[in-house]
T-cell receptor, first 111, second 116 residues
Framework: DAKTTQPNSMESNEEEPVHLPCNHS???????IHWYRQLPSQGPEYVIH???SNVNNRMASLAIAEDRKSSTLILHRATLRDAAVYYC????????????FGKGTSLLVTP | GAGVSQSPRYKVAKRGQDVALRCDPI?????LFWYQQALGQGPEFLTY????????KSGLPSDRFFAERPEGSVSTLKIQRTQQEDSAVYLC??????????????FGPGTRLTVL
């Protein structure tokens, strides 16, 4: 699987937007970009995924660079409940059933 | 609706004991996954079932680890002769369809295993 690189930690103020970056310079044409997050003492939960185009859902937006070598997860208004570890994961469309989590970005949200 | 459940939530074992961890996936979900999460690390893949068939067990760290899903629903992860390095959170996830690159995986809360 192609690897991803994320900052270890980020901090945001409550009710402000948060942009979580992910680099994946070795991404292949068949890799989907997935984001999961893990709140303290819970299992991971799905956030969003995309292939080439930007994506929006009720939780977040995913902005994908034109060359697909990087992406950004956008939380439009951070809340205290958004404090979690965010994982950027590549999944190959041919065989990517397992999630390769890496270490993720620990997001701290302050009031 | 009911999500993925795991039991027990916490397990303390003495080194050398056998343990069994249970996962109840979302009803009707075809795929089931086990992951191991060490303290401060991201989850790591252990094994994958599609219905009752174990299609991938490449992540199991040793032959002391064994997983089964005999009727294609509930799954059990068994660890024999536990060692201190087995201490971790064991996460179960299920997915509605066969494993592929875009199906969402739904995770349980995990079982925290501590081996003394």
């Amino acid at each position: 699987d192609a690897k991803t690189t994320q900052p270890n930690s980020m901090e945001s103020n409550e009710e402000e937007p948060v942009h979580l970056p992910c680099n994946h310079s070795t991404i292949s044409g068949t890799d989907y970009i997935h984001w999961y997050r893990q709140l303290p003492s819970q299992g991971p939960e799905y956030v969003i995924h995309g292939l080439t185009s930007n994506v929006n859902n009720r939780m977040a937006s995913l902005a994908i660079a034109e060359d697909r070598k990087s992406s950004t997860l956008i939380l439009h208004r951070a809340t205290l409940r958004d404090a979690a570890v965010y994982y950027c994961i590549l999944r190959d469309s041919n065989s990517g059933y397992a999630l390769n989590f890496g270490k993720g970005t620990s997001l701290l949200v302050t009031p | 609706g009911a999500g993925v459940s795991q039991s027990p939530r916490y397990k303390v074992a003495k080194r050398g004991q056998d343990v069994a961890l249970r996962c109840d996936p979302i009803s009707g979900h075809v795929s089931l996954f086990w992951y191991q999460q060490a303290l401060g690390q991201g989850p790591e893949f252990l094994t994958y079932f599609q219905n009752e068939a174990q299609l991938d067990k490449s992540g199991l760290p040793s032959d002391r680890f064994f997983a089964e899903r005999p009727e294609g629903s509930v799954s059990t992860l068994k660890i024999q002769r536990t060692q201190q390095e087995d201490s971790a959170v064991y996460l179960c996830a299920s997915s509605s369809q066969g494993g592929n690159s875009y199906n969402e995986q739904f995770f349980g809360p995990g079982t925290r295993l501590t081996v003394l």
